[in-house]
């Protein structure tokens, strides 16, 4: 596999001219002139990527999973991302066909910016997962792009500043209109959470926890062909909680009816539902119940032998 280490390198696979900077560079999409060369088969970069492409066609894999890209798409692409171009981007219509944002981490350095870009799940998602825009949505991205443009010709501190800015509403405007994508992409909401218990039940009760471990958010987002990222998103934008606290709350449940139920010990119990050690399920239900495995059927008992007095 091909790291491609800087921006110029870059510029240079792509026939470009040199960067002006280094650590950032903002280029039209129509200037691509990807030559046919086996860098493309499988490569990373070691910087940021977004790209707008408009009236565009080309052929990517991300992560081994192959996606078409047309026009109207929004794609973020983060430092060593395994990537595959299988063909050559192609301007449909000979317009605009958009633009691609290259930046180096180092250039956010004493900037918030620098460490909050880790929490804008995007830059995880899979291709087919990429942001499709309305005419609406693409003609704001536009116009952010030509901002950055205009302030790259004549780079300081000042037009850096400004640039900085341009990215956090970029990438603030991408968190809007992905929460929209998710409406407006995805099955009925309770059709999604309905098919989510039960791929938990399902995989619960064939106990596949004793072979494979502790359910995973990655097990759940496959058996839905997405992205683990996108798939918390996405139900984060439903339910207000992403996929592990779903995941917990299923085992915390299935704890609790092990515990009411069966004569199993707590080590037994953890080892059914994937713990890999006893404490970290007596830790889970602690901090979900403010109790114990124990003091839960403890107190269980208790009220059982109250009822049965009561009686």
Request: with cysteine; charged share 25%.
């Amino acid at each position: 596999m091909k790291l491609i280490g800087t921006i110029s390198e870059k510029h240079r696979l792509l026939a470009l001219p040199d960067p002006l900077h280094p650590l950032i560079s903002v280029v039209r999409v129509a200037d691509f002139r990807a030559a046919d060369d086996p860098v493309w088969n499988r490569f990373s970069l070691n910087f940021y990527c977004i790209t707008l492409k408009k009236n565009v066609k080309t052929e990517m894999d991300y992560s081994q999973r192959r996606y078409d890209q047309h026009s109207g798409i929004l794609t973020f692409i983060a430092p060593k991302q395994i990537l595959c171009l299988n063909a050559p981007p192609v301007c449909e219509t000979g317009e605009d066909a958009g633009y691609a944002l290259f930046f180096h981490h180092d250039f956010l350095y004493s900037f918030p910016l620098a460490s909050k870009i880790r929490s804008y799940g995007f830059f995880s998602y899979v291709g087919n997962e990429a942001l499709h825009l309305s005419d609406t949505e693409e003609k704001c991205i536009a116009e952010i792009f030509l901002k950055i443009e205009e302030e790259y010709q004549h780079l300081n501190e000042h037009s850096k500043e400004v640039i900085i800015a341009q990215i956090e509403l970029l990438l603030s405007y991408s968190n809007r209109f992905y929460e929209r994508q998710f409406v407006t992409r995805t099955p009925v909401n309770h059709a999604v959470i309905i098919k989510m218990d039960q791929i938990m039940d399902d995989y619960l009760n064939k106990k596949l926890a004793l072979k494979s471990g502790i359910l995973s958010v990655e097990y759940i987002a496959a058996c839905f062909n997405l992205s683990p990222h996108y798939f918390s998103d996405l139900l984060r934008s439903m339910t207000g909680e992403g996929a592990q606290y779903h995941i917990q709350e299923k085992l915390i449940d299935r704890a609790k009816e092990y515990l009411s139920v069966t004569d199993l010990t707590v080590s037994e119990i953890a080892y059914q539902l994937g713990f890999k050690h006893p404490q970290s399920l007596n830790k889970l239900f602690r901090r979900k119940t403010s109790t114990s495995p124990l003091e839960f059927r403890r107190n269980l008992n208790i009220q059982h032998l109250n009822s049965r007095w009561c009686f």
